[in-house]
Each structure stands twice: as C-alpha cells, then as structure tokens.
C-alpha cells in the first residue's frame, strides 16, 4: 500500500496563479518529510520539515507540516512558467532498525502562460 | 565541487547482458541510495548505504546488487537484464539519514 500519497497528480494554471500541493503520509517512527523539484532531471532538493505548524519559505515557495494529520502541503504563489516541474514529497522513517525513506508519485504542474 | 556523478547517461542492452551503473560523490556523504524510476510510480529504493561496507537491500532490490567499498563510490550492478529493468536510475547521497539528498543526472537504461 502507498505510504506517502500526493494530490493532485497533475494540475494545470495560469502564469500568476497560486498553488497548493498536498502530500499525506502513513508511516510509523516518522522522523522528516521532504520536497523535491524535478524538471527534466534529477530531483533538486526544496525542503525538509520536521517539526509541526513551523513554515519554511525560498522566495515564492513554501511548506508546512501537520503531524497530527500526516499532511504537508507545498505552496507556490505568483506562479511561473519556470515553475513547470514535477513535485515529489517523500517521508523519512525508521523501519526494522533501518532508516527508510518513501516518496510518493508526485505532482505534474505545468505553468502556461 | 561535483557532488553526485552518475554514468553512463543513456544505454541500451539487450535481454541477459550484464551492465554496472557507476555513481560517485565528492561531498563526504555517508549514506548513499539508488533509485528507479518508472512513469507515473515515483522513485522506489534499490539498494542504500550507510557507510563505506555497508549495504543494505530497498524496497525492490531484486535483480540488482550493490557494493560500497569507498566512502565515495557506490556501483550498482545489473546482472541479467530484464525488459523490467527499463527505467531510469538515479544515484543519490546524503550527509545523515534525515537530510534533503543530492541526486545524480541519472541514467536512462532500456533493455531490449
């Protein structure tokens, strides 16, 4: 079963829009959650959140986590073409006295002008 | 400063060749990781590492072996290609277990 589950899958706005990323994980002996851009290559690294309620901000980008919920959400306002990427939001967690990390899917946003 | 380098980019093999992806970082990262990546599912862990002779087995690790002689490289090795094993790969690293990852430009592998 998925352990770290994104939505929408994929989402299409206009250039100047705001957007809001989801991201819900299941998983016991939670330890971080994070958030990766991916355009044609590699994920890049966004943030990493590990602590309730606290916001982490770059620029238009932004991130908050819920541990009581097992949510996070990713924010991107005034939205740009630059923006077009895949999302993908994965969650740290110990596992059998081994460290694991899951992500999830990811979300397809596409930015036209 | 190169941080992850994954090579080849790009090969294709045939059904029974055997092939090892190289992946190397420069950043002093204990822990090191390798991905696949299929369409619409996601990256899914092969194998990862958390120190130089340590290895240990992800979530699909079937078909693929690991070694992790130096702190710095950490090859990953096909052995019997499989059309399954078309997808792309991604090597990563992190400094501890909980940090965000640098990843590879990876590699794109089809098997034919």
């Known amino acids: 079963e998925d352990k770290v589950v994104q939505s929408p899958l994929s989402l299409v706005v206009h250039e100047g829009d705001t957007v809001t990323l989801n991201c819900s994980y299941e998983?016991?002996?939670?330890?971080?959650l994070l958030w990766y851009k991916q355009e044609k290559k590699a994920p890049t690294f966004l943030f990493m959140l590990?602590?309730?309620?606290i916001e982490k901000k770059s620029g238009r980008l932004s991130s908050i986590l819920d541990k009581k919920e097992l949510f996070s959400i990713l924010n991107i306002t005034a939205t740009q073409t630059g923006d077009s990427a895949i999302y993908l939001c994965?969650?740290?967690?110990?596992?059998?006295?081994?460290?694991?990390?899951?992500f999830g899917k990811g979300t397809k946003l596409s930015v036209i002008p | 400063n190169a941080g992850v380098t994954q090579t080849p980019k790009f090969r294709i093999l045939k059904i029974g060749q055997s092939m090892t992806l190289q992946c190397a970082q420069d950043?002093?990262?204990?822990?090191m990781y390798w991905y696949r990546q299929d369409p619409g599912m996601g990256l899914k862990l092969i194998y990862y590492?958390?120190?130089?002779?340590?290895?240990d087995k992800g979530e699909v690790p079937n078909g693929y072996n690991v070694s992790r002689s130096t702190t710095e490289d950490f090859p990953l090795r096909l052995e019997l290609a499989a059309p399954s094993q078309t997808s792309v790969y991604f090597c990563?690293?992190?400094?501890?277990?909980?940090?965000?990852?640098?990843f590879g430009s990876g590699t794109r592998l089809t098997v034919v």
């Open positions: 990563a690293s992190s400094y501890t277990s909980g940090d965000g990852y640098t």
């Open positions: 998983v016991t002996n939670f330890r971080s």
């Open positions: 590990t602590s309730s309620g």
């Open positions: 994965a969650a740290t967690y110990s596992g059998a006295g081994s460290y694991q990390l899951t």
């Open positions: 950043m002093n990262h204990n822990y």
């Open positions: 590492s958390v120190g130089a002779g340590i290895t």
